[in-house]
């Protein structure tokens, strides 16, 4: 179920860092920050640890991702890290309002997949893989952040752009529950209005859309509703921050098996404009064999190989355990602290946020559709009831391999 959260209080989400004063929230919401404050909500009511623990484990609650309130919000999801843009003017070639536009964003994962695979094959490309702006001709870099897909009589790509609501205040002395000489902070938080799009109706509500996975109860769900309007999210809940609502939402996001069939064929159409660009290109198979598809993470992912950290994961599906092919990963850590428990979270290494994942699978559709989608409603490696390793299988921008 995908839901709509709106907030109407700057909301600050993040990290306190020892060696800072200044508080940089988050530009989205963490599915873990929205479960502690539900599980926060029950404790309030009297509920047992016990009890409380069988409710929020029932679910899954995902990350919720930011766009501007407009048209028709298809979906909003982050970019993955084969994203590119041009390195002079980057940004979406089809944002709504003229001067936002820049030379158009490209994904990369399934032509470097393509290349990779030939090369396997015994390929010989007269120059390495490399990609350049259409327009200019200027090199290409990453591509980072959240984007969003407008329906307006066409498709509009729209990159998130966060308006940020700061305040200095006065820090207080723990000993002396009085205000610290000389010490100020900053709190750079969300401001809850953004521009529009188009910039022709001003501002705008900033919203996060994301999933509660699998298909809830009416009284999980409202219970969950309940405690995201009664309980603040983030940090300075006394000080006018972090006050929500929530609402269901309306995504037309592809299903899955129209994700999958479109990553494959568009990784046959590519494998023959790559293929004629080798110097021995009659010698090379006419298609790629198997099925191929991506694992995208949508949060921070948690996995381990015979005990070992690491930020590769396997699958196993149908009785057999796929390992990737080829893949795009940072490192990052998964930790946090419990507000409801009053204590810090385990610290692990963990695969960021926007990895991308390719696995090759030898059986038929019908047998791994099934698996995929239990892929996508229980994410994948562990720590996945605080939201850890929350996927999407095949990102619909891995099909953008021209400038959007």
Not at 268 to 283: E, F, K, P, T
Not at 345 to 350: C, D, R, S, V
Request: proline share 7%; hydrophobic share 40%; glycine share 8%.
């Amino acid at each position: 179920m995908w839901l709509k959260i709106e907030p109407k209080e700057p909301l600050l989400l993040g990290e306190v860092r020892a060696d800072s004063q200044f508080l940089v929230g988050q530009t989205y919401i963490p599915g873990r920050v929205l479960r502690g404050a539900w599980a926060e909500w029950l404790a309030r009511k009297g509920i047992d640890d016990v009890q409380i623990l069988n409710t929020v484990g029932r679910v899954r609650i995902g990350n919720f991702f930011p766009a501007a309130e407009w048209r028709h919000l298809r979906y909003a999801l982050p970019l993955p890290m084969s994203a590119l843009s041009c390195k002079r003017r980057g940004g979406f070639a089809r944002e709504p309002h003229p001067e936002r536009r820049g030379h158009g964003v490209v994904d990369t994962l399934l032509p470097h997949l393509v290349y990779y695979l030939l090369k396997e094959q015994g390929a010989r490309f007269p120059v390495p893989f490399s990609l350049l702006c259409q327009q200019c001709g200027d090199r290409m870099e990453t591509f980072s952040g959240f984007y969003a897909v407008y329906q307006d009589g066409t498709d509009h790509f729209v990159h998130f752009r966060p308006r940020f609501h700061g305040q200095t205040k006065v820090a207080l002395s723990r000993y002396r529950r009085a205000s610290a000489e000389g010490m100020l902070y900053t709190a750079s938080a969300l401001s809850p209005r953004v521009s529009a799009p188009d910039r022709s109706d001003g501002d705008t509500a900033l919203v996060f859309i994301g999933r509660v996975l699998p298909p809830v109860d009416d009284g999980a769900l409202s219970s969950f509703k309940e405690a995201l309007a009664k309980v603040a999210l983030g940090a300075l809940h006394t000080r006018g921050y972090g006050r929500v609502e929530v609402r269901d939402a309306d995504v037309d996001l592809p299903p899955l098996r129209q994700r999958f069939e479109a990553f494959n064929q568009t990784l046959r159409a590519l494998w023959q404009d790559i293929r004629r660009l080798a110097a021995n290109a009659q010698g090379l198979p006419l298609e790629p064999q198997g099925l191929y598809f991506s694992v995208d993470l949508l949060a921070s992912g948690v996995f381990q190989e015979q005990g070992i950290p690491t930020l590769v994961p396997t699958l196993p599906i149908g009785g057999h355990v796929l390992k990737p092919l080829f893949w795009m990963t940072r490192p990052d850590m998964a930790s946090g602290w419990s507000t409801a428990w009053g204590l810090p979270k385990p610290t692990n290494l963990a695969a960021r946020m926007r990895s991308a994942y390719v696995y090759r699978w030898d059986g038929s559709q019908e047998d791994l559709i099934p698996a995929l989608q239990a892929l996508e409603e229980q994410g994948i490696g562990q720590r996945r009831d605080e939201g850890f390793g929350e996927c999407l299988i095949c990102h619909p921008f891995h099909q953008e391999v021209e400038e959007k």
